[in-house]
Structures are given as structure tokens and as C-alpha cells.
Nanobody
Framework: QVQLVESGGGSVQSGGSMRLSCAVSGYTYSNYPMAWFRQAPGKEREGVACIYRTGTTAYADSVKGRFTISQDNAKNTVYLQLSSLKPDDTAMYYC??????????????WGQGTQVTVSS
């Protein structure tokens, strides 16, 4: 059974930092990327960052230079470091495993989500 379990969300002030974790079990992403998506209230879910097993990464323009995706292959865990946070980053953040980077329609598995709230 595949499980993606996120942790690390919470509340932070604008300009602050936070690290999200996604523990992956039952699935080895050898050829396909792992990704983080987010969905703010009243908005569509959007891709934030993705990473391949090789270490290749990609980011949405809105988070480039502020967010960093990484992985610990030994622990089968993917991380998202959020820095210079803004109130607009407030959203539910989801870990996902899919066929192609940042494409919601190609996601195989979703985590349950972790809430990030940024106050001004």
C-alpha cells in the first residue's frame, strides 16, 4: 500500500521559514518525480516543486529562489524548505508522486496534506 505522509506544517510570520517532510512508503520513485503541490482557499491546486531520483529539480516561478526541494533516498523522504514566506504562500501543501513534473493530471498518489499559514 502506497502512503505519502506529510509533516512540518504550521503557522509562521511573514519572512519566516519552515520545512515540510513527505515520508514515502510502498513506492519507489525510480523513474518518475516526486512533487509538492499547494492549494489556497478558493484557488486551484498548483504545482510548487518537483524532484527526480537523480536530483534534477524544477520549481514554479512563484517560489523560485525561496523554496528548495530535496530528498533523502535512504529514508525515502522528500523535503520542501520554505523560506522568505509571504502571506500568499498560505495553503494546504500536498506531497505527490506522478509521471511528470508539476502536472496535476499525471499524479498517481497524493498525500493527505499539511497546512501552512503565513501571517503578515
Amino acid at each position: 500500500q502506497v502512503q505519502l505522509v506529510e509533516s512540518g506544517g504550521g503557522s509562521v510570520q511573514s519572512g519566516g521559514s519552515m520545512r515540510l517532510s513527505c515520508a514515502v512508503s510502498g513506492y519507489t520513485y525510480s523513474n518518475y518525480p516526486m512533487a509538492w503541490f499547494r492549494q489556497a482557499p478558493g484557488k486551484e491546486r498548483e504545482g510548487v516543486a518537483c524532484i527526480y531520483r537523480t536530483g534534477t529539480t524544477a520549481y514554479a516561478d512563484s517560489v523560485k529562489g525561496r523554496f528548495t526541494i530535496s530528498q533523502d533516498n535512504a529514508k525515502n523522504t522528500v523535503y520542501l524548505q520554505l523560506s522568505s514566506l509571504k502571506p500568499d504562500d498560505t495553503a494546504m501543501y500536498y506531497c505527490a508522486a506522478g509521471r511528470r513534473c508539476l502536472r496535476q493530471q499525471d499524479v498517481f498518489y497524493w498525500g493527505q496534506g499539511t497546512q501552512v499559514t503565513v501571517s503578515s
